[in-house]
T-cell receptor, first 110, second 113 residues
């Protein structure tokens, strides 16, 4: 069983839709939770970073962490074609090893 | 501001050949790491370094060597390439393992035939 599970998609939505991306994990030691966005032929770039449980909002993006359920989510409001990318969840226990999910491919149609 | 620079962008090797993937960062980051990305597997840590002269193994270190002689550079060496090492390789750096994001390069796409 992988430490981090993420549905690979692809997920296709119309422009303006609310997108929900999710990951589950098994290691209760994880305290730092991240979402990276990766465009085709590029390296991942950090989108959201949260510590422990709770919500964090940044513009159209909201990250949620539920440590009791070992479940994290990323919501994208008013999705745009420019949001089309692969979204990777990632988490760590505070050490140097960050564990990544497999990534969900998102397509936003104009 | 270059950030993390990886060379080459593409490489084709034959089984048994050796090569070095280069990674350089200009942000004075202490921590650097190498990941490989395969379909359905996500990013998996190969080796990492917490400073010049200090390296350690990650999740999938077999077949790869690293060294860190300077803060800026962290090359990844494939000693005898195998088809299973066909992948996209990403180098990343960060200043602080707790509070800073990983900064990634744009990857090296390696095919081993």
């Amino acid at each position: 069983q992988k430490e981090v599970e993420q549905d690979p998609g692809p997920l296709s939505v119309p422009e303006g839709a609310i997108v929900s991306l999710n990951c589950t994990y098994s290691n209760s030691a994880f305290q730092y939770f991240m979402w990276y966005r990766q465009y085709s032929r590029k390296g991942p770039e950090l989108l959201m970073y949260t510590y422990s449980s709770g919500n964090k909002e940044d513009g159209r993006f909201t990250a949620q962490v539920d440590k009791s359920s070992k479940y994290i989510s990323l919501f994208i409001r008013d999705s745009q074609p420019s949001d089309s990318a692969t979204y990777l969840c990632a988490m760590s226990g505070g050490g140097f090893k960050t564990i990544f999910g497999a990534g969900t491919r998102l397509f936003v149609k104009a | 501001n270059a950030g993390v620079t990886q060379t080459p962008k593409f490489q084709v090797l034959k089984t048994g050949q050796s090569m070095t993937l280069q990674c350089a960062q200009d942000m004075n980051h202490e921590y650097m790491s190498w990941y490989r990305q395969d379909p359905g597997m996500g990013l998996r840590l190969i080796h990492y370094s917490v400073g010049a002269g200090i390296t350690d193994q990650g999740e999938v270190p077999n077949g790869y060597n690293v060294s860190r002689s300077t803060t800026e550079d962290f090359p990844l060496r494939l000693l005898s390439a195998a088809p299973s090492q066909t992948s996209v390789y990403f180098c990343a750096s960060t200043a602080d393992r707790l509070n800073s994001p990983l900064h990634f390069g744009n990857g090296t796409r390696l095919t081993v035939t």
